[in-house]
């Protein structure tokens, strides 16, 4: 019995669930559309709820009195026209009708009424018309309120003539409603047009913070001052704060392994004075390889923890990057192929950019005898592939490769004559700049690196 209970709730409940989760898919992602349908939701359906009021309430009850006095003045003609038989000439009939009724009558010989004309689409006031004159007419009638010039023609089957009435439409219809549709219209877009504007200023400052976030993402300098909202200019302050934190931090830290290098290239350097004091000899010149191996690896890793965050963004041509690396990898006798689509400018820091591809192509260099480089631009991201056709990396191994000083398996040995850290400082600038870089196997049967940078 608890089970069916259960049940019976949790039915409701999903049927609630799939129609909040259908209604979220098709509402607006953006903050500017959906505050619009904020503003603009309630006016449609306040002013909805105001017309079908009116429509139901005002509207049709003035249409039911006007309509009901039609109808008896409709049946009183008919009455006057059987109460005086004597008014051959229908004189009495006629100035009732024009002075006092407001009416045109006509008396027609004896004939069948027409057939029903077909009822326009909103035929309240057939209906309406239809309704009383049944209350009020103990005769047939026929009604016809399509007629041009604004007039509604009624035809009455008397026993020896056929009265046939025309009347203004204004006299059994509230023509004139169609004002309050035009000032509610009127009201509702100049209402809306007010929201329109007034949002689109509170909602700019925070495209404008989204911008700077962006921009200062990818490794650029934006100018960026706190405006709009009190809200959205605190947001906007703690940006600016936290910009300067990061940058002092860069600082501090540029500082710091500009003095640790400078140290440890003093020592090096009276390492280097003391091997060339000590001659020629076997054991000076194995200590000199461990000096320089020494160096080279105080060097990359000085290289990787400083980055290269004190170099100015700029326009940069990376097509033009890749032709020198290009041109440099064919003086190694190694078959390398550049193909470029698209503009090939973007904002970038031109040395470390550089360097990004320089340490890939390197890679590829040391491991493959055919090199292909492919650029291509799609106006919001600009991608490099380069494909080698060297023995590649186990799949399952593709992201430790990116870990600095990590050692792979002999085949692709990082300790071969570098420092291992190539990968991690290419990643490293690819992601400085707001992109990435992903490592697959390639279709020349090696490794493939895509960096992809944001334009």
């Known amino acids: 019995m608890s089970m069916d209970i259960l049940e019976a709730f949790s039915a409701p409940r999903r049927l609630w669930r799939g129609f909040a989760g259908w209604l979220h898919q098709r509402m607006p992602k953006g903050l500017y559309a959906r505050a619009l349908l904020i503003v603009i939701l309630p006016i449609v359906l306040l002013q909805s709820a105001v017309a079908y009021v009116y429509m139901e309430r005002h509207w049709e009850a003035i249409t039911d009195r006007l309509s009901a006095s039609v109808a008896r003045d409709v049946a009183a003609l008919a009455d006057i026209y059987a109460s005086f038989p004597q008014d051959k000439s229908h004189e009495i009939l006629s100035r009732i009708a024009i002075l006092d009724l407001n009416m045109q009558v006509m008396v027609l010989e004896k004939q069948a009424l027409p057939a029903a004309a077909p009822k326009p689409f909103f035929s ?107 809200e959205v200019r605190q947001a906007g302050a703690a940006f600016v704060e936290m910009k300067r934190r990061v940058e002092r931090a860069i600082e501090q830290r540029t500082t710091m392994l500009n003095g640790v290098s400078h140290d440890l290239r003093t020592i090096i350097t009276r390492f280097k004075l003391s091997l060339a004091l000590m001659g020629q000899g076997n054991e000076a010149l194995e200590m000199r390889k461990d000096v320089d191996e020494m160096e080279r690896i105080v060097e990359a890793y000085l290289a990787f923890a400083r980055g290269d965050g004190g170099e100015a963004p700029a326009q ?70 380069i494909d080698d056709d060297g023995p590649g990396i186990p799949v399952d191994r593709l992201e430790d490769a990116f870990r600095p000083f990590y050692r792979l398996d002999e085949s692709r040995n990082q300790d071969h004559g570098n420092s291992g850290l190539g990968l991690a400082i290419a990643r490293d600038i690819a992601r400085a700049h707001g992109g990435e870089i992903d490592l697959a196997r390639g279709p020349l049967g090696g490794l493939r690196a895509t960096v992809t940078l944001p334009v």
């Open 124 to 230: 309240l006031l057939d209906h309406t018309l239809t309704r009383e004159l049944k209350r009020r007419l103990k005769n047939p009638f026929w009604i016809d309120t399509t007629e041009p010039g604004n007039v509604v023609e009624i035809r009455v089957a008397l026993d020896d003539a056929t009265l046939q009435i025309l009347t203004s439409r204004t006299q059994a219809y509230a023509t004139n409603s169609y004002i309050f549709f035009i000032w509610t219209t009127v009201a509702s877009v100049v209402i809306v047009a007010i929201a329109t504007s007034f949002l689109r200023n509170q909602v700019r400052p925070i495209l404008r913070l989204a911008r700077a976030a962006e921009e200062f993402g990818k490794g650029r300098n934006p100018a960026f001052r706190p405006t709009g909202a009190r």
């Open 316 to 385: 940069t041509d990376i097509g033009a990057i890749l032709k020198d690396l290009q041109a440099d990898t064919e003086k190694l006798r190694i078959d390398a192929r550049l193909e470029a689509r698209g503009n090939p400018v973007i904002v970038a820091r031109p040395g470390a950019v550089r360097r990004l591809f320089a340490n890939l192509i390197g890679n590829a260099q040391r491991y493959g005898k055919r090199i292909d480089i492919s650029l291509a631009n799609d106006g919001k991201i600009l991608t490099v592939t």
